[in-house]
């Protein structure tokens, strides 16, 4: 096991009710999680929950020259890690706080918003709170993607977005749907 992965399940053994899972995602995840980004287009990217830096890192290798990223991670030990590897990335703590984070920086929108945040553990407050968030910070047209290891978002997200694709990634632990929603 890599020194990164222990570290992920040290941290899930501390706060199991914020990181919400005991490993990072596979590249199988993170390569489908930003797959469906127009990448030519996409000026300015969030990442909500962004852990160890699975999606940071296939972000940097996509997004194009000039285009901005804004890097959320609660806990503090990651947050700090992720600091250290992607200094360029604006970096902030608390996905509550995404659109007074981007007005601060000087955004008006995010084009897309890449989360891999554990909604299913999280307060249904909290889950409610934070889809807010996301839908004031994203542009129209703007894509929001998430995964989750069950459907129960389904009806949920469907009902705040336009139109919205899933994908199942068997190779991952656990198995797990990738929702793509358009704003
Ligand atoms: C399931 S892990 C996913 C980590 C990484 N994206 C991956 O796929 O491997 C969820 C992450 O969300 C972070 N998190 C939980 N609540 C948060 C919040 N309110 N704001 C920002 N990050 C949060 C946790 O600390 C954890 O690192």
């Avoid at 991670?73 to 706080?97: C, D, G, I, M, V």
């Avoid at 918003?113 to 307060?123: D, K």
């Amino acid at each position: 096991m890599s020194l990164q992965k222990l570290q992920f399940f040290y941290q899930f053994i501390k706060y199991p009710r914020v990181i919400g899972s005991i490993t990072p995602s596979s590249i199988f995840l993170a390569k489908a999680m930003v797959a469906p980004v127009h990448w030519d287009d996409a000026e300015v990217i969030v990442e909500l929950g962004a852990g160890t830096g699975v999606f940071t890192k296939c972000i940097k290798q996509k997004m194009k020259k000039g285009s901005r990223a804004y890097i959320f991670e609660k806990n503090l030990h990651l947050s700090n890690q992720l600091l250290q590897q992607y200094p360029a990335f604006s970096h902030h703590t608390r996905a509550e706080h995404l659109s007074s984070s981007l007005y601060e920086a000087g955004e008006k929108y995010a084009d897309v918003i890449i989360s891999g945040l554990p909604f299913t553990v999280f307060p249904k407050s909290l889950t409610i709170q934070i889809t807010n968030e996301v839908l004031k910070s994203l542009k129209p047209g703007g894509l929001f993607i998430t995964f989750q290891f069950s459907l129960n978002m389904k009806k949920q997200l469907q009902s705040h977005f336009s139109k919205v694709d899933i994908k199942f990634v068997p190779l991952n632990i656990f198995p797990a749907f990738v929702f793509i929603c358009y704003k």
